[in-house]
């Protein structure tokens, strides 16, 4: 098998000779369409969100791309180097988000961004979006079904330590996240079913609790949306106009760059995290079943990998990230439209943002890399 | 071994499977419930979404319509609109509040009121973005300040509005009165469509009578908003209707002789037109500044205002409510007439003083003196008005009943409201039996009609008043309204009740026309010995080239008290008697009616009279001038 490549790539040195690596433009045949299809759709409605400011899109554009050659990289590393730099990462991860706790820096009320040397600002909370997940099935990959009580412990805690650094910055959305990918890890790898549903029966008995244990801000996040009258000027305001821009626009939408909610900046952070609002709004119900569409094949397509690949360690991550991945998709999405309090979650691959679109499309190329290596 | 490992693979995926298939079912749900909602929001509730987007973008904004100038009779422009510039911060756009006010206190030397009131409007309700003003009135300068720096100060806006301006200042403030701002009670009675960004509205003179027709219909205009509120895009307009121009009456260049006739002295004139009723002229000093209550006020200067002892912001034409004193007389002379009292041909001895029968308290001439002595001899009627004989006036008015008396008097307009259009007119006071049964609990003494005879006792009167009073003599009978509005330049908003056209009942010609020569007797009659010349010729009869009818008044303040006399220097300023003086010119055919009061000034022939002289000699010469001209030219032409 590897007599007849054209083109080769040593991937830096982790792969072990003789195991060469033949590059493909499309490793992977319908994940891959799908991504690219969905970009390409968000870079649209980008061009509304931002009112025809093209070079605000062409920098969306170019770190989208560069996400994908990232993606395309990435796929071709073995599903196996994953396994063996995810604690890796996991520790370097956390010691980050420790460091940001002492030396953040504070930006738009939260203690998020680590400022290092000549890089762009980072965020570390990223980086365990993939590290978690990856160190969840690193640790349960070879651990017999059903799981003892002291596995689901350490599983617990690979993802608990990371996620309560991030939700304490604060951050609940990308905390959740965390939870998100780490959980679905430990679902899937047998996970026996009275855990979940003692889980979600304690989470609603200490809902109270919890409660008090929110800061005022997400209390009051939480309070608007059961009444975003109560303060339209305020917390309400986000709910009232994203629901307006979305219900006005209807079976059609009001067309390319008419949306008025966005248009005139009614709608706040209408490039960011409420972008489903300009879709809804431009594009009416039509856009948006589109994009969710777009996004439930993406999903189904990383759950049927995730069906057909045959090693443990591959199949929980490729799951993980088709769920982390509907997370995403349902918490913004709910919380655009009223059903979710609004918590900071983008819109994946579309929404406006550099940071989280790379890690995205880094966590697609582990899948890619999963579905390509699915036989070696 | 293999086996069991490929079988434990397979239960293994097959295990997997299964919970894939129930996330996927999870999902599935999940995504439902999103496109159900979708299915809520833009199908089944997309008409509400819809209209509440409109609302958000589409504001209807009002036009507020340009007041309605006003002009004297001559086309002068006495009240206009001006441009005015103010300063205002858009709160959400300037971020750091108090570094802001620090900078521009470093621009403009905002005063720490300044800064207080702009913090109590900033806490006030107020939609987001929206501009708060914080200093009214740029000056070009300072305009030119903040341009220079309006880079340093985001969120600093420069807002233009029209405002009203009066150009003629203290001169006019009285007849025009004043816009003020709108406060909180005027919004309740006011139309809130109608008065939709307007902030000011007419609230003395002539601007608060005619204030519908001045302030017009307000317009709407249909703008695109962004959230910040600013327009990008006018959809629709209705324009507003300017208010009604109005021309007054009044007559700029005779207002400047009575003001400047006046000086310094406190008082007021008003001059009528005795054919229309016209206010040619109206006084009142001191006077004020009414741009200051538009450009604004401090409290300090305002309270200052209020509290001075000569009252500036008081119009004593239409609210001074003074005794006639001897003014009065032509009345009592008219209702002794009408009532049978006397005749133009009886005379009575006049020693200085009257005495009710039986009673000891004696009511004196301004001739009398210590001893019961002095008085004007034998007079009648018309000695007694140019003689202004108080004896004759106390013994006519013991004669009447009080009630018949003040009913006739009341016609000249005693007693009521006069003026056809001007705002807040006091009544003045016209006592007769019931007011005082009511008032004082008392029954009416014949003292009490005796005090009235002279114009004195309860009796009060408002420059306005006696000007019609003094115009009704003038018209020989005719009671012609006065008012202040000439023409408008359309249909007016106001009910404006036709003037009847009223007259005295029970006189005679003959009786007009014998009043109003013992009026000129009070000013033309003169050289012929002691005690014979008019009260006023000395002061103002000498040299003049036509006929004036007039009658001095000297209103006393405080109480003279019986057998005492008293130094007029020794008095208080403001417990000094106050002149009075009407009149009226060319008698035969007048042209303007007087009445001008000076407070505390003392003697009405000394010191009220020759301000009417020169009012008059303002507005009849150049007429008598003017028809002479046109005379010689028609006799010129004729030959």
Redo the contacts between chains.
């Keep these: 098998m590897n007599i007849d490549f054209v083109r080769t790539l040593r991937t830096g040195g982790t792969a072990e000779p003789p195991t060469r690596v033949r590059f493909e433009i499309l490793p992977e045949p319908v994940l891959l369409p799908l991504l690219v299809i969905l970009m390409a759709c968000g870079l649209g409605v980008l061009y509304s969100a931002l009112h025809g400011r093209t070079e605000a899109l062409s920098a969306q554009g170019i770190k989208l791309a560069a996400g994908f050659v990232i993606m395309l990289v990435v796929a071709h590393v073995h599903p196996r180097e994953f396994l063996r730099f995810g604690p890796v990462l996991w520790l370097g991860g956390v010691a980050l988000l420790v460091l940001v706790h002492i030396f953040g820096e504070v930006a738009k009320g939260g203690q998020r961004w680590l400022e290092v040397g000549p890089f762009p600002r980072f965020q570390p909370s990223e980086l365990l979006k993939l590290a978690v997940p990856l160190t969840v099935a690193w640790y349960l990959h070879d651990r017999s ?1 059903p799981l003892s009580l002291g596995d689901i412990c350490v599983a617990l805690a690979i993802m608990g330590i990371p996620a309560g650094l991030i939700i304490v910055q604060p951050d609940l959305g990308t905390g959740l996240l965390v939870l998100a990918a780490g959980g ?1 890890v430990l ?2 790898s ?1 996970l026996p079913w009275i855990y979940p549903a003692v889980a979600i029966g304690g989470v609603a008995a200490a809902a109270p609790i919890l409660w008090s244990f929110l800061r005022e801000y997400q209390q009051q996040r939480i309070l608007t949306l059961f009444d975003p009258e109560s303060d339209p ?1 305020g917390a309400g305001w986000n709910i009232i ?1 994203s ?9 059609m939408g009001k067309g390319v760059l008419q949306g ?2 966005s248009g ?3 709608l706040p952070e209408a490039q960011t995290d409420f972008i489903l609002a300009v879709i ?2 431009e594009f ?2 039509v856009g ?2 589109g994009f ?1 569409v777009l996004y ?1 094949l993406i ?2 397509r990383c ?1 049927y990998v ?2 057909i690949v ?1 090693r ?1 360690f591959d ?1 929980l991550v490729a ?1 993980s990230i088709g ?1 982390t991945f ?1 997370v995403y998709v ?1 918490v913004n ?2 919380m655009v ?3 979710l309090p609004v918590v900071g979650v983008p819109l994946p691959l579309v929404s406006y943002g550099g940071t989280s679109a790379l890690t995205l499309l880094f966590t697609f190329g582990v899948l890619t890399s999963i579905y390509k290596h699915r036989n070696n | 071994m293999a086996q069991a490992s490929f079988s434990d ?1 397979s239960e ?2 097959r ?3 299964l ?2 298939y129930f ?2 079912g999870v ?1 599935l749900l ?2 439902g ?3 159900a ?3 809520h ?3 089944l ?2 008409e ?3 209209t ?3 609302q ?2 589409i504001q209807v904004q009002p036009v507020a319509p340009r007041r309605g100038l006003i002009y004297d009779r001559n086309g002068v422009l006495l009240a206009d609109n001006r441009p005015i510039h103010n300063l205002a911060v858009v709160k959400e756009l300037a971020g750091d509040m108090p570094r802001m006010i620090e900078r521009l206190d470093g621009f403009l030397d905002l005063g720490e009121a300044e800064i207080s009131e702009f913090d109590k409007r900033l806490k006030r309700r107020r939609r ?1 973005y929206e501009a708060v003003v914080i200093r009214s009135h740029l000056t070009e300068d300072e305009r030119a300040v903040l341009a220079v720096h309006r880079h340093e100060l985001p969120g600093v806006e420069i807002l233009s509005d029209s405002v009203r301006h009066y150009p003629f200042i203290e001169l006019l403030a009285h007849p025009l009165g004043s816009v003020r701002r709108i406060n909180e009670a005027d919004l309740e009675r006011l139309d809130p469509v109608m008065y939709a960004g307007t902030e000011f509205m007419g609230k003395l003179g002539v601007e608060k009578f005619y204030e519908s027709s001045l302030h017009g219909r307000v317009g709407y205009q249909q703008v ?5 509120g600013r327009i ?1 895009k006018e959809l629709d307009v209705d324009h507003p209707v300017a208010g009604i121009d109005l021309t007054l009456h009044l007559d700029l260049d005779l207002q400047v002789v009575a003001d400047a006739a006046l000086g310094a002295r406190r008082g007021s004139i008003v001059a009528l037109d005795p054919r229309t009723g016209g206010v040619l002229a109206m006084v009142s000093k001191p006077s004020y500044d009414p741009n200051k209550f538009i450009t604004g006020i401090s409290g300090e200067e305002y309270n200052a205002l209020l509290m001075a002892r000569n009252r500036p912001m008081f119009n004593r034409a239409i609210n001074g409510r003074y005794a006639p004193g001897s003014t009065f007389k032509m009345a009592v002379g008219l209702a002794a007439l009408t009532s049978g009292a006397t005749t133009w041909e009886e005379t009575i001895y006049d020693r200085g003083f009257f005495r009710l029968p039986g009673q000891r308290r004696i009511y004196r001439d301004w001739s009398w003196q210590r001893g019961n002595s002095g008085g004007q001899g034998s007079v009648d009627l018309n000695r007694a008005i140019y003689r202004s004989s108080n004896t004759y006036f106390y013994t006519m008015a013991s004669r009447m009943k009080i009630d018949r008396f003040a009913g006739f008097v009341s016609q000249f307009g005693f007693g009521r409201p006069v003026g056809l259009d001007i705002a807040d007119e006091s009544t003045g006071l016209l006592p007769d039996s019931a007011w005082k049964r009511k008032v004082r609990n008392e029954i009416w003494y014949p003292g009490d009609s005796v005090n009235l005879g002279i114009g004195q006792g309860s009796m009060l009167v408002t420059p306005l008043q006696l000007a019609s009073y003094v115009n009704v003599i003038a018209n020989r009978g005719r009671i012609v309204a006065p008012r202040m509005l000439r023409d408008s330049s359309r249909a007016l908003e106001e009910d404006l009740a036709t003037p009847k056209s009223l007259s005295i009942v029970g006189l005679s010609p003959e009786d007009w026309e014998k009043m109003v020569d013992a009026m000129e007797n009070v000013v033309h009659r003169g050289n012929l010995g002691y005690r014979q010349s008019g009260t006023a010729f000395p002061y103002i009869g000498q040299d003049i080239s036509y006929r004036m009818a007039g009658k001095s008044g000297t209103a006393q303040v405080v109480e003279i008290k019986q057998g005492t006399t008293y130094d007029e220097k020794e008095l208080d300023e403001y417990n000094r008697k106050h002149a009075w003086f009407v009149a009226f010119a060319p008698a035969d055919d007048p042209l303007i009616s007087v009445a001008v009061l000076v407070e505390n000034g003392g003697g009405g022939s000394g010191v009220a009279a020759p301000v009417a002289r020169e009012v008059i000699d303002a507005w009849v010469l150049p007429r008598m001038l003017a028809a002479a001209r046109r005379a010689s030219i028609a006799q010129g032409t004729g030959e």
Aim: charged share 20%; proline share 1%.
């Design positions: 079904s679905s679902f899937l047998g000027l106009q629901t307006t821009a979305i219900g006005s626009g209807g079976l008025t909610q005139l900046d009614f809804g709004e009416g119900f948006a079943m969710l439930i999903i189904a759950l995730s069906m045959r443990t199949r799951g769920i509907f349902f999405v709910g439209c009223g059903l | 693979k293994e995926q295990r997997y499977s919970r894939i996330i996927g999902m999940l995504f419930v999103l496109m909602r979708l299915v929001l833009q199908i509730e997309h509400r979404f819809q509440r987007s409109e958000n973008r987001p695109e908003v962004d959230v910040h990008r």
